[in-house]
């Protein structure tokens, strides 16, 4: 029997999150794992008046690919995949692969390699986006794996992932409208500021937000959500950050990283493990020591780590920056085949200044 909450998830990320419409290419995306959350968009797609495009991976067959292709195969771009990038009108993907470590043994090298070559995927998303051409939402399917590596049962944590996007309530779209009109207040604040300095026990850092737009984070992107967002002036980052918890890619953790920042660029960075990952994603190419995205998050219904970047990020209390790519409509040019978000704790001794007036203390905004 379909979990009830599933029905709902559907119905939030089509009907509110990308809001599909009659006539419109629907792109629904996940790993063979996933397919039962797939089935209900689908299904609720068909009853939008959309036009479902099932588009299905399986971790299994990636991990072949990655071991056994060749260069010219690890270059090659599917061009159905291309068309439609450059002419779907909505992109949904769902989360979730049965081993979370399946990955490890990959040389990255060999990851950037593919994803040096899809660059152009991701670029013509987030630019079609930006010009309201391409919706897109991700989401994620909860499962063994995930539950694991979040060291819940896969019932307590099926109640997390459901919970945190208020599809446990009567009325999710109700609820999410009261995150959007949240976020509004703090975004209309930060109009028009210029510069930002975070200082905490974890992080010394100034960036400029000079003439970048903050976004709203409220589920039309991202489902669960709960931040604000924007792409820092690429040459402005300057300091110092450790972020508080481990940073996967590829299926391998990278704990303990800290980096220096000096006129925006990455100038030195360690970690504790898989420091190899690390300046693989670094050195991927020009725009990859530059930050693409500051974040604040603010969902406090995720309070604990799970090691899935889709809660994480959200964690009331934290900001997160990523490295790479950033969302052209936030005002961000820095482009790269890497977008990689690392998180910093603010919860303890920490403060943002806004163009020196006090904005955040110790988790909770104050203005």
Same mark, same amino acid.
């Given at each position: 029997?379909?979990?009830?909450?599933?029905?709902? *998830?559907?119905?939030?990320?089509?009907?509110?999150?990308?809001?599909?419409?009659?006539?419109?290419?629907?792109?629904?995306?996940?790993?063979?794992?996933?397919?039962?959350?797939?089935?209900?968009?689908?299904?609720?797609?068909?009853? &939008?008046?959309?036009?479902?495009?099932?588009?299905?991976?399986?971790?299994?067959?990636?991990?072949?690919?990655?071991?056994? &292709?060749?260069?010219?195969?690890?270059?090659?771009?599917?061009?159905?995949?291309?068309?439609?990038?450059?002419?779907?009108?909505?992109?949904?993907?769902?989360?979730?692969?049965?081993?979370?470590?399946? *990955?490890?043994?990959?040389?990255?090298? /060999?990851?950037?390699?593919?994803?040096?070559?899809?660059?152009?995927?991701?670029?013509?998303?987030?630019?079609?986006?930006?010009?309201? @051409? *391409?919706?897109?939402?991700?989401?994620?399917?909860? %499962?063994?794996?995930?539950?694991?590596?979040?060291?819940?049962?896969?019932?307590?944590?099926?109640?997390?992932?459901?919970?945190?996007?208020?599809?446990?309530?009567?009325?999710?779209?109700?609820?999410?409208?009261?995150?959007?009109?949240?976020?509004?207040?703090?975004?209309?604040?930060? @109009?028009?500021? @210029?510069?930002?300095?975070?200082?905490?026990?974890?992080?010394?850092?100034?960036?400029?937000?000079?003439? /970048?737009?903050?976004? %709203?984070?409220?589920?039309?992107?991202?489902?669960?959500?709960?931040?604000?967002?924007?792409?820092?002036?690429?040459?402005?980052?300057?300091?110092?950050?450790?972020?508080?918890?481990?940073?996967?890619?590829?299926?391998? &953790?990278?704990?303990?990283?800290?980096?220096?920042?000096?006129?925006?660029?990455?100038?030195?960075?360690?970690?504790?493990?898989?420091?190899?990952?690390?300046?693989?994603?670094?050195?991927?190419?020009?725009?990859?020591?530059?930050?693409?995205?500051?974040?604040?998050?603010?969902?406090?219904?995720?309070?604990?780590?799970?090691?899935?970047?889709?809660?994480?990020?959200?964690?009331?209390?934290?900001?997160? *920056?990523?490295?790479?790519?950033?969302?052209?409509?936030?005002?961000?040019?820095?482009?790269?085949?890497?977008?990689?978000?690392?998180?910093?704790?603010?919860?303890?001794?920490?403060?943002?200044?806004?163009?020196?007036?006090?904005?955040?203390?110790?988790?909770?905004?104050?203005?």
């Amino acid at each position: 029997m379909t979990d009830p909450r599933l029905q709902k *998830m559907a119905d939030l990320l089509v009907n509110y999150s990308v809001n599909v419409q009659p006539g419109e290419w629907v792109g629904v995306l996940g790993d063979v794992l996933t397919l039962p959350a797939l089935r209900e968009i689908f299904t609720a797609v068909v009853r &939008a008046g959309g036009n479902p495009a099932l588009m299905l991976s399986d971790d299994t067959m990636n991990r072949t690919f990655l071991r056994e &292709a060749n260069d010219d195969q690890l270059t090659w771009l599917d061009p159905s995949q291309s068309l439609y990038y450059d002419q779907g009108d909505v992109y949904i993907r769902i989360g979730g692969v049965p081993n979370t470590r399946a *990955m490890t043994k990959i040389d990255p090298k /060999r990851n950037q390699k593919v994803a040096g070559a899809r660059r152009p995927w991701l670029e013509t998303r987030m630019r079609r986006a930006a010009e309201g @051409k *391409m919706k897109w939402v991700g989401a994620w399917y909860p %499962n063994d794996a995930s539950a694991q590596e979040a060291n819940m049962s896969l019932e307590d944590y099926s109640d997390f992932v459901f919970g945190a996007m208020f599809c446990d309530r009567d009325d999710p779209v109700a609820e999410w409208s009261k995150v959007r009109a949240l976020q509004d207040e703090k975004i209309a604040w930060l @109009k028009g500021k @210029k510069s930002i300095k975070l200082q905490g026990p974890n992080i010394d850092l100034q960036l400029s937000i000079d003439g /970048r737009t903050f976004i %709203n984070a409220c589920g039309t992107r991202n489902m669960p959500d709960g931040e604000i967002f924007t792409g820092p002036v690429e040459n402005s980052v300057n300091g110092w950050v450790r972020f508080s918890y481990p940073s996967i890619v590829a299926g391998r &953790a990278v704990e303990g990283i800290e980096i220096k920042f000096q006129d925006g660029k990455v100038m030195e960075a360690s970690s504790k493990t898989n420091q190899d990952l690390l300046y693989a994603q670094l050195d991927a190419d020009a725009g990859s020591r530059y930050l693409g995205e500051f974040a604040i998050g603010t969902n406090f219904g995720i309070q604990q780590f799970t090691g899935n970047i889709l809660f994480d990020e959200k964690i009331g209390g934290t900001v997160h *920056m990523a490295i790479g790519a950033g969302y052209p409509d936030t005002g961000s040019v820095n482009k790269s085949a890497v977008h990689w978000d690392m998180i910093c704790d603010m919860r303890q001794g920490s403060e943002i200044h806004v163009d020196d007036e006090l904005f955040y203390k110790n988790g909770q905004f104050v203005a």
